[in-house]
């Protein structure tokens, strides 16, 4: 058994700080003509059945889209941990795919690929790996952990890796398409990939 879109909300992490990008928002970075947001829009829309955004600041821009935003349910920027919980909290379906804001490449069979994997499982978590390092923002996650999510927060863990080796986890393999997970962490990063491929 799979599961299909309809069962499955999308959410774009676009919350953060963005300090390695001088404080920007990174979302809203122009990339090759458009907001690097509209680029992972795009993309996940025909992967998910609702499509959310996690934004904690210029929400009159990102409401432009005509998605639900969701804001972090902590205070200061305490990492994608807390956007996760947003989407968590607020999903409607069984299922929250997670995306960063700032990988424009996305695969197209992303959430198709890790929602096999979970149903094959039987894991409550299913997170993608490069074929060099684990990707552990582009992940699907079961909505039931959002408790156990809030209680881990609570207690002043934020470290994504120590709350994923807690879970029962598969690593999907997207070894096929590494350049998928390029993502525009840094000036650098933008300049670089808007002339790659």
């Given at each position: 058994?799979?599961?299909?879109?309809?069962?499955?909300?999308?959410?774009?992490?676009?919350?953060?700080?963005?300090?390695?990008?001088?404080g920007?928002?990174?979302g809203?970075?122009?990339?090759?003509?458009?907001?690097?947001?509209?680029?992972?829009?795009?993309?996940?829309?025909?992967?998910?059945?609702?499509?959310?955004i996690?934004?904690?600041?210029?929400?009159d821009?990102?409401?432009?889209?005509?998605?639900?935003?969701?804001s972090?349910?902590?205070?200061?920027?305490?990492?994608?941990?807390?956007?996760?919980?947003?989407g968590?909290?607020?999903?409607?379906s069984?299922?929250?795919?997670?995306?960063?804001?700032?990988?424009?490449?996305?695969?197209?069979?992303?959430?198709?690929?890790?929602?096999?994997?979970?149903?094959r499982?039987?894991?409550?978590?299913?997170?993608?790996?490069?074929?060099?390092?684990?990707?552990?923002?582009?992940?699907?996650?079961?909505?039931?952990?959002?408790?156990?999510?809030?209680?881990?927060?609570?207690?002043?863990?934020?470290?994504?890796?120590?709350?994923?080796?807690?879970?029962?986890?598969?690593?999907?393999?997207?070894?096929?398409?590494?350049?998928?997970?390029?993502?525009?962490n840094?000036?650098?990063?933008?300049?670089?990939?808007?002339?790659?491929s």
């Open positions: 058994m799979t599961l299909s879109p309809a069962e499955i909300t999308g959410l774009i992490l676009a919350g953060g700080r963005g300090r390695r990008m001088g920007a928002d990174k809203l970075l122009p990339f090759r003509g458009r907001p690097l947001v509209e680029h992972l829009i795009d993309r996940l829309v025909p992967q998910v059945g609702e499509l959310l996690n934004a904690n600041r210029n929400r821009r990102y409401g432009r889209y005509g998605l639900r935003l969701v972090d349910p902590l205070t200061g920027y305490q990492g994608p941990l807390a956007g996760m919980l947003a968590l909290e607020a999903a409607e069984r299922w929250l795919a997670v995306v960063p804001c700032d990988a424009p490449f996305l695969p197209e069979e992303l959430v198709g690929r890790l929602a096999e994997a979970a149903a499982e039987g894991t409550s978590i299913a997170v993608a790996h490069d074929g060099e390092r684990l990707q552990p923002v582009h992940a699907l996650l079961t909505v039931e952990l959002a408790g156990e999510l809030r209680r881990f927060l609570a207690a002043g863990e934020r470290k994504i890796d120590r709350w994923y080796g807690r879970q029962r986890l598969t690593l999907v393999d997207f070894s096929d398409a590494p350049e998928a997970f390029g993502n525009l840094r000036p650098e990063d933008r300049q670089r990939l808007e002339v790659g």
